[in-house]
């Protein structure tokens, strides 16, 4: 740890210092000089000189943090989904000017090696770009925190098409080098698995148990810089990657074995491979628990043996850390504490179970019953035999203090069991984060609402003071200020730039919604924006889009609940309306419909929907009557370099999800923040946007909550919304005939037979509301002066939804976290 004498050389803040750093970084780091240097050794270059200015602010942050142990997030995530790193380290070192100009010097194009950065395959969708967010915003913030997760070496996949179909390639996000992260293999922490525990007397003649694993691998830490705005602050991500413990065998390799000669090397590094390994085989759930184990028990044992001074006692330790779960993903955490208290430090198990429940908090993402993780007895008792005695010890616990409150209520006691007993034994990952927690989070109103009454109400009756809401926010650093530079300088010229770390000052913008002037000028920021997603798309994916059309844009992962089926069969009922004459071409707004998605690999029915997409896309694009009118965009691979094009361009978000079944949603947020409206149900986050920028600025159709619930509960039939509306029957027996697939008509009609026998999330019944909404959208859409007027509202009205006020949120109500401002 460096100390107070130890002086750090500062990189000098103007055009010639930056040159000079840039010149020796080429040089000395590179190999290589200016005359032969290619663009990639120019991006790596010019990286690490700019990581060099934050790297004196990040040096002095950990020492004062150091000094002062101050109370820290550790913030346990198995996704940081960060989107590209430069123009955030500019932004933040206010680096932007003097590095253009620097490298315009030497003739270089900053835009070019911009293009040469490849964004870290580190997360997937809104979880992770979430903790992306929050860790932002905690910087920014000046409070302590590290963010913990795992360095995947491949990312979760990059998407193509063929033929339309997604077919899933490695995204090899480190072929060419990361200059953003500090390998430190010297600080690498062992972590067992497998093997047997066995019973022991200690010196006191307690009978205590000990872990006998079976086999170990190494955690090689990465650390990330997370720069604050412009206040000097540079938090830390450390991310782990698996290596073996004994990674070549030269006796085997000489004998000329040389696959087996590595095989053990092979075997630890799949643990850190891929995001989200495809878990439809008993091997896939045992690598997907070998990684949540993986990286919390690194991250356990790196706080407490490299973060805290060695002399620390650990009965101080919820003063001084809490561990925030960011979903089930990282909840083997608790018993991993416990066994390194019990086991390892000798503590009673009373005295570690009080610090461990004053340590961890838990934020749960979903409504899904079946996104609530659940582990097999059989496979925990495999991998990882302590854990399992030590959550059976839990439980125990836990259901006598239920049978203690409930005597005569033995059915509730049994409901609340961590451990199910039907369709097999097994360790209910969200109810040990409800019990060990000392909060639990929902992400929006509803959400956290339904939370309670719903998904974990027996444990929210229980311990009605353990639940909490903390509505999901975005950072507007990257989400408005660089994403939308355009917007970002007219915001500024309105109301100043305290905006960017003080998002509710957009407030101020309201008025200037009545402002012609300051309307056109929207206007033109918007349509700038749409010229510029033009190019992207059709350097990126060769796709052709008219930036004089209505932009509806649905981007998200791809799953029945979001219904992307849903706005699919709007495309197809607007396509079926034209082509049998039953509305005029010219009475058809112009639009794009631009979908962005991925399916999980093993997801059979999202990867039928891509390809139904991509098959309706062919057809209303190749329909000469059309051009102009109706166009289907579906870049592939969407990821949050395409999001800062996209959503600043859109005119429409598309947040359509089924009333009651999306936590919060964030896409949403960037949308509205950028001067989208939203088409949504009351779902999620979008209840409290639609409150917030008001009715007349928002287009709600759909089912509540509560309606749906009836609805199920009395007995939903999709046939009978088929049968009863004309335009629907149409849409879907255009699909069934293969109008869309060549005339094979097998090739969509399990996504037919789907809605038509189950439809699980009600498509069919909010399909008129829907397309009744859609209607409301034209006429909104043809007044442009109202239109325009409602997009500034939007952004006026949405400085609620940064994620600077979800972290206060968290302090507040969970953390009990206070800034530490740096060293002036």
Request: glycine content about 6%; aromatic content about 10%; charged content about 25%.
């Amino acid at each position: 740890m460096t100390d107070n004498t130890t002086p750090i050389a500062t990189p000098e803040h103007t055009v010639d210092g930056f040159v000079r750093e840039f010149l020796r970084e080429l040089n000395f780091g590179q190999g290589t000089d200016l005359t032969r240097a290619s663009v990639n050794d120019k991006y790596l270059a010019m990286a690490r000189t700019v990581r060099h200015y934050l790297m004196v602010r990040w040096l002095a942050t950990l020492r004062r943090q150091y000094q002062l142990q101050a109370k820290s997030v550790a913030y346990l995530s198995a996704e940081f989904l960060l989107g590209r790193q430069l123009d955030n380290a500019l932004l933040a070192a206010d680096l932007d000017e003097v590095v253009e100009e620097g490298l315009a010097s030497l003739g270089i194009d900053l835009a070019e090696l911009r293009e040469a950065e490849v964004e870290p395959g580190l997360g997937n969708g809104g979880l992770g770009r979430l903790a992306a967010c929050f860790i932002d915003s905690l910087a920014t913030m000046n409070v302590p925190c590290i963010g913990y997760g795992i360095r995947y070496e491949y990312g979760i996949f990059r998407q193509t098409f063929v033929d339309g179909w997604q077919v899933e390639k490695p995204d090899n996000w480190l072929a060419l080098g990361s200059p953003w992260e500090f390998p430190h293999p010297e600080s690498a922490v062992t972590v067992d698995f497998g093997g047997h525990t066995e019973q022991y007397t200690d010196e006191s003649g307690t009978t205590r148990s000990r872990w006998v694993p079976g086999w170990s691998v190494l955690g090689v830490p990465y650390n990330y810089m997370v720069p604050g705005f412009e206040n000097g602050r540079v938090n830390t991500l450390r991310l782990w990657s698996a290596r073996a413990t004994r990674a070549f065998d030269l006796e085997i390799f000489n004998a000329g074995d040389y696959a087996q000669a590595v095989r053990a090397q092979t075997f630890a590094e799949n643990i850190s491979k891929v995001l989200y390994p495809e878990d439809s085989t008993p091997q896939g759930k045992e690598l997907r628990l070998q990684q949540q184990y993986f990286f919390v028990a690194c991250s356990l044992r790196d706080f407490l043996d490299q973060v805290l001074p060695h002399d620390f006692d650990l009965r101080n330790l919820p003063d001084r850390i809490v561990f925030q779960l960011n979903d089930t993903h990282p909840v083997i955490a608790i018993p991993e504490l416990m066994r390194i208290l019990v086991d390892e430090r000798g503590w009673e198990w009373s005295e570690a179970w009080a610090i461990t429940q004053k340590c961890f908090a838990y934020t749960c993402h979903t409504l899904l019953p079946e996104a609530l993780e659940v582990w097999s007895v059989e496979l925990l008792g495999k991998l990882l035999p302590r854990h399992l005695e030590i959550i059976y010890r839990i439980n125990e616990d836990f259901m006598a203090e239920l049978r203690e409150a409930y005597p005569d209520d033995e059915l509730r006691v049994r409901r609340m069991s961590i451990i199910a007993e039907y369709p097999e034994r097994a360790v209910r990952m969200a109810y040990l984060a409800t019990v060990a927690g000392s909060k639990v989070n929902g992400v929006a109103a509803l959400h956290s609402q339904l939370l309670k009454d719903k998904v974990l109400h027996d444990f929210s009756d229980h311990y009605p003071d353990k639940f909490t809401n903390v509505t999901n926010g975005v950072t507007p650093r990257r989400f408005v200020r660089l994403a939308n530079p355009g917007l970002s300088e007219l915001i500024t010229s309105a109301i100043g730039d305290g905006w960017v770390t003080d998002l509710d000052k957009l407030q101020e913008l309201e008025p200037l919604a009545d402002d012609a002037d300051f309307r056109a000028a929207f206007r033109q920021v918007k349509r700038a924006n749409k010229l510029r997603l033009v190019d992207v798309l059709a350097e990126r994916d060769g796709i052709t889009v008219d930036p004089d059309t209505m932009l509806d844009v649905m981007v998200k992962r791809l799953h029945e609940y979001k219904r992307q089926t849903l706005k699919l069969l709007h495309v197809v009922t607007l396509y079926d309306q034209v082509t049998s004459g039953a509305v005029k071409i010219e009475d058809v707004t112009p639009r794009t419909f631009a979908f962005g998605a991925k399916a999980a690999p093993g997801y059979r029915m999202a990867k039928q929907t891509i390809g139904l997409i991509n098959a309706v896309g062919r057809v209303v694009n190749n329909d000469p009557a059309l051009q102009g009118r109706l166009t289907v965009a579906f870049p592939a691979n969407y990821n949050v370099t395409l999001a800062e094009k996209l959503i600043p361009a859109a005119d429409l978000s598309e947040q359509i999800s089924l009333a009651g079944k999306e936590a919060s949603g964030t896409g949403n947020m960037k949308f509205a923040l950028n001067g989208a409206l939203t088409i949504g149900t009351d779902d999620g986050a979008n209840v409290e946007i639609r409150e917030l920028v008001g009715d007349d600025n928002f287009f709600l159709f759909g089912l509540l909550e509560p309606e749906v619930a009836e609805i199920v509960d009395r007995g939903y039939h999709p046939t009978s919304y088929y049968e009863e509306n004309r335009s629907l029957r149409h849409a879907l027996d255009l699909i069934a005939s293969g109008a869309f697939s060549g005339g094979d008509r097998a090739t969509f009609e399990p996504i037919v037979s789907n809605l038509l026998s189950e439809d699980r999330f009600l498509v069919l019944a909010d399909y008129q509301a829907y397309i009744d909404a859609q209607e409301r959208v034209d006429e909104a859409y043809a007044d442009t002066e109202a239109w325009t007027r409602s997009a500034v509202l939007n952004v006026a009205r949405s400085g609620f939804f940064s994620s600077d006020r979800s972290m206060r949120d968290y302090i507040d109500r969970i953390w009990h976290t206070h800034p530490v401002p740096p060293e002036r």
